[in-house]
């Protein structure tokens, strides 16, 4: 089981990044997905997470109305539309698959994690 986190990168403040989470050896139709960051001296923070089926989604409130997640199963594909990037969105980005969701939060034990890709927000 694989899922390769990429797209990150260099970006000024106020712009945009996509972030895309590509599984291999697990079908993502099966799994909750959520997108995690950890910034440097700070606990893993999970801020948005879409569910299996019906496409529920979380997001923490420092993402909200900024970042969007989206699932194509067809590509077994994950996706993070990142716009109105700020400094504070520096990170290290990380995806993950597990079997449950919330509508309140991100669930840190989900069962698969990718190794992650780095965003910096830098002008």
């Known amino acids: 089981v694989q899922l390769q986190a990429s797209g990150g990168g260099l970006v000024q403040p106020g712009g945009s990044l996509r972030l895309s989470c590509v599984a291999s050896?697990?079908?993502?139709?099966?799994?909750?997905i959520g997108w995690f960051r950890q910034a440097p001296g700070k606990e893993r923070e999970g801020f948005s997470c879409?569910?299996?089926?019906?496409?529920?989604?979380y997001y923490a409130d420092s993402v909200k109305g900024r970042f969007t997640i989206s699932r194509d199963n067809a590509k077994n594909t994950v996706y993070l539309q990142m716009n109105s990037l700020k400094p504070e969105d520096t990170a290290v980005y990380y995806c993950?698959?597990?079997?449950?969701?919330?509508?309140?939060?991100?669930?840190?034990?989900?069962?698969?994690w990718g190794q992650g890709t780095l965003v910096t927000v830098s002008s």
């Open positions: 993950a698959a597990g079997t449950y969701y919330s509508d309140y939060y991100c669930p840190v034990d989900y069962d698969y």
């Open positions: 879409i569910s299996r089926s019906d496409g529920r989604t």
């Open positions: 050896g697990i079908i993502l139709d099966y799994y909750a």
